[in-house]
């Protein structure tokens, strides 16, 4: 295991203020406890992981269909989910400094800031509540749904019915989802609020150890080939009975090796027909040929997106002699290119190098920069991950090309202006 080293995590954090990936929420009025707001660049790196992911699970798959269902559900969905009776964390509190801490996160009998006596673990729940409507009573309570599965499991019939699927298949979603976290922290890795990306797939007992190994590979695939993350930095860990969610009857967690220790990015989990059976009083599915009608089985492969972002930063922040880099695959890198004219002060130039610009953002997500010299810029589209620098100068008036620079070679080449897009794509694909 690789030793944690906060430092790193420090750096990354500062990069990701500076540069406007992530921010802390609130923070002209102190902050809120751990929430964070995703900025211009921040928020480009998250739509790439989720279009990325929708495209491969989603549009590239037949065998699956998505939703985007309302993120406060009629309460009973909680009461038959069992999340309000099972969704809860031990939480134990220091007698001496008051702090709170989740039980099963701390080695010893002892709080780890003061080193006072703890009290008693009880048990906290996880949902966040609010009311509908004007009156604050309790039957206008709701809760924020603590996760997006549910939804697919409560649509079930609807999906089925309005898609003419047959098993095996799933249904993907893409939304927020809210825990009263006893301890957040540890920048976006928990928060309160945050995103998930989540598949329930849906099949018949039998198939459920085949349909498991399959999206083991499929997230293995995700990680390794769409994100590009470090094979060495991914650990699966075979979680035991007795340390799985009430409705699991296999989970897989996949761990990072982040900067502050190695801990869980994703999770893989059989569900057994335990979600179908609480939802549904009638079996919500028949198989027509084999005369059969039936409770499917579920098989969950489920995706934090904010821990995808975490992940991914920790993988691709790189700190070489005189840079630092961004090493991110550019199918997510915020900016695929950058255009520069040489010179600020040349009105010629800039007119042309505007021309270029304007003409590679039809087609690529591009920055425009002409502050300072050329290294700065260079150094500042290392930072972000920019894999392509373009640079306009005298010569390229006569010439009719640019400069194009590798941003994890640092190396350049002249490339005609009319064979630019044409570059770029072959380069970014
Ligand atoms: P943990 O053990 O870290 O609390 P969990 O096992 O409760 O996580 P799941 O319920 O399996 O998490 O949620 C599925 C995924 O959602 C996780 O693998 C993670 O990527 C993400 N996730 C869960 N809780 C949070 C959170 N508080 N902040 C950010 N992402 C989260």
Known sequence: ????????????????????????????????????????????????????????????????????????????VWEASGHLKEFSDPLVECKKCKRRFRADHIEGNSCPDCG???????????????????????????????????????????????????????????GKAFRNEVTPGNFIFRMREFEQMEI????????????????????????TESLGLDKKNIHEFEVPDGERAHYSKRTIDFEYEYPFGRKELYGLAYRA?????????????????AGEILYPHVIEPSFGVDRSVLALLCDAYHEESERVVLKLKPALAPYKVAVFPLLKNKPELVAKAREVYDEVKKEFTAAWDDRGNIGKRYYAQDEIGTPYCVTFDFDSIKKHDVTVRDRDTAKQERVKIKELKNFLNEKLS
């Open 1 to 76: 295991m690789k030793k944690p080293d906060s430092n790193v995590m420090e750096k990354i954090i500062s990069l990701c203020k500076r540069r406007g990936f992530i921010f802390p929420g609130s923070e002209i009025y102190g902050g809120l406890a751990n929430s964070w707001d995703y900025g211009p660049l921040g928020v480009e790196l998250k739509n790439n992981i989720k279009q990325l992911w929708w495209k491969r699970f989603v549009h590239q798959r037949d065998d699956m269909a998505g939703i985007d269902a309302a993120l406060i559900m009629n309460p009973k």
């Open 116 to 174: 006072g006596e703890l009290g008693q673990p009880r048990q906290f729940n996880l949902m966040l509540k609010t009311f509908l409507g004007p009156a604050e009573e309790k039957a206008n309570e709701v809760y924020f749904r603590p996760e997006t599965a549910q939804a697919m499991f409560v649509d079930f019939k609807n999906v089925l019915e309005t898609n003419r699927k047959k098993l095996p298949f799933g249904i993907a979603q893409v």
């Open 200 to 223: 329930e797939y849906f099949i018949k007992e039998e198939n459920w150890q085949e349909a498991f190994e399959h999206w083991k590979k499929e997230m293995w695939g995700w990680m």
């Open 273 to 289: 027909d335990f979600d179908l059976k609480n939802h549904f009083k009638e079996a919500p599915y028949q198989d027509i040929e």
